[in-house]
């Protein structure tokens, strides 16, 4: 049984370091331009080249994303860009416009290219038509069931990869292909601006009573009519690996520390466990449930993979997450003292209870017994973001523990 890749998103150097520590086999990155994350942070040239060579230092790979369906103007600034990844050696580039495909294959055929789900792979004469292109993987798009993709597996070359989607946010679009970001905001979703309109709340408008707007209501629950739970399958490992998928992708490139740090110790360790035994997994699968529901997720469907969604799959009463933790911080280093330095994220103060996340899935509570700023200030509370604090705590942290509090 082959052990598939835990692939984990990454939109800021601070949250591929993460990735890495907290078990990631590959992460994957956008640069400035050509990713379908314009609003995430993403990376600069030098930010990138740092972020290769630290995930390279553990064994981990780097995909990165330049995956907008491309204008004309685009493709000058493509060539340009695709010169530059050359240089830092990526693992991967993912596409899915055949205009940046080709550009990719002249300038740096040395690395290899994935085909993104924004290409709408649904059936498996598309994968064998990428396969014949030169692509190494092919993500399936998100409407396909276990069953189809499995079918595809037993249609395509062995070595073509399969990646999937294993968790995170659901679009009402078909695969991304969205328009009415644009049509709303000027902002096109299929060029990396997304406004997410399928979170709003909408109203109705009869056409001989106009200026009358009604609500739109399903069952009585509320108007957010397109709001897709997110989806989870970590309940489903076994059926995932049985259909040949290579790669488990977690959504998330706008994603905090913390999120990426639950998600990718959750997966890593349910991975592993059932990798040693179907036993081990599912007398673990609690604490899998309880550890997945610490970061933030708009409740859980699983998607298209056990049939077509029904109603049940959407949230009509609110578009809001669900939260039970926050996010203050990784620690950077230890000074002399023992105190943990981090950059703070979010308000705690002296005598809070805290948590001490760790890679290896232990949580550690502790209470903060001082706080001291990077000047020497002695403070009681942190309510300025992006402060540098060092941490006086009952117990110690390590370099890259996450820290975070019940919310």
Not at 117 to 128: E, I
Not at 187 to 204: E, L, M
Request: one cysteine or more; hydrophobic letters at 35%; proline letters at 3%.
């Amino acid at each position: 049984m082959k052990k598939p890749e835990l692939l984990i998103p990454a939109g800021s150097l601070e949250v591929l370091k993460t990735a890495v520590v907290f078990g990631a086999d590959a992460v994957y990155i956008g640069g400035e331009a050509f990713g379908l994350r314009a609003k995430a942070k993403n990376f600069g040239k030098e930010e990138m080249e740092e972020g290769i060579r630290f995930a390279h230092e553990y064994g981990v790979k780097v995909h990165v994303t330049a995956n907008i369906l491309a204008h004309n103007g685009d493709l000058s600034g493509a060539e340009d860009y695709l010169k530059e990844l050359k240089a830092l050696k990526p693992d991967a580039l993912i596409v899915a416009d055949p205009g940046i495909f080709t550009i990719a294959r002249e300038i740096c055929p040395e690395i290899d290219i994935h085909i993104s789900t924004q290409a709408n792979n649904t059936n498996y004469g598309t994968f064998r038509f990428w396969g014949r292109q030169g692509a190494k993987r092919v993500v399936s798009a998100r409407e396909l069931s276990l069953a189809e993709i499995k079918e595809i597996r037993e249609n395509i070359p062995e070595d073509l990869e399969i990646e999937s989607f294993i968790h995170g946010a659901m679009c009402i679009s078909y695969s991304g292909r969205c328009l009415l970001s644009s049509y709303f905001t000027g902002r096109d979703a299929n060029q990396g601006a997304c406004t997410h309109p399928c979170r709003w709340k909408y109203a109705v408008m009869e056409e001989k009573r106009p200026g009358e707007f009604f609500p739109v209501y399903e069952n009585e629950r509320g108007t957010y009519i397109f709001n897709s739970k997110d989806l989870c399958m970590i309940e489903h490992i076994p059926e995932m690996i049985d259909a040949g998928i290579d790669s488990f992708k977690i959504e998330g490139r706008m994603k905090t520390a913390l999120y990426v740090a639950t998600v990718a110790r959750t997966y890593r360790k349910a991975i592993d466990d059932y990798m040693e035994s179907e036993e081990k997994y599912r007398k673990n699968m609690d604490w899998y449930k309880t550890e997945i529901a610490k970061c933030t997720y708009r409740q859980f469907t699983t998607g298209f993979y056990f049939g077509k969604p029904d109603e049940q799959t959407q949230i009509y009463d609110s578009n809001t997450y669900v939260n039970e933790y926050i996010y203050l911080g990784t620690v950077e280093e230890k000074d002399k003292e023992g105190r943990a330095k981090i950059s703070q994220r979010n308000k705690f103060c002296v005598g809070d209870t805290i948590e001490i996340m760790k890679p290896d899935g232990r949580n550690i509570e502790t209470t903060v017994l001082s706080l001291t700023t990077q000047e020497g200030e002695r403070v009681e509370s942190a309510p300025h973001p992006k402060q540098t604090l060092f941490i006086g705590m009952t117990q110690e942290a390590e370099t890259g523990d996450i820290l975070r509090m019940r919310n």
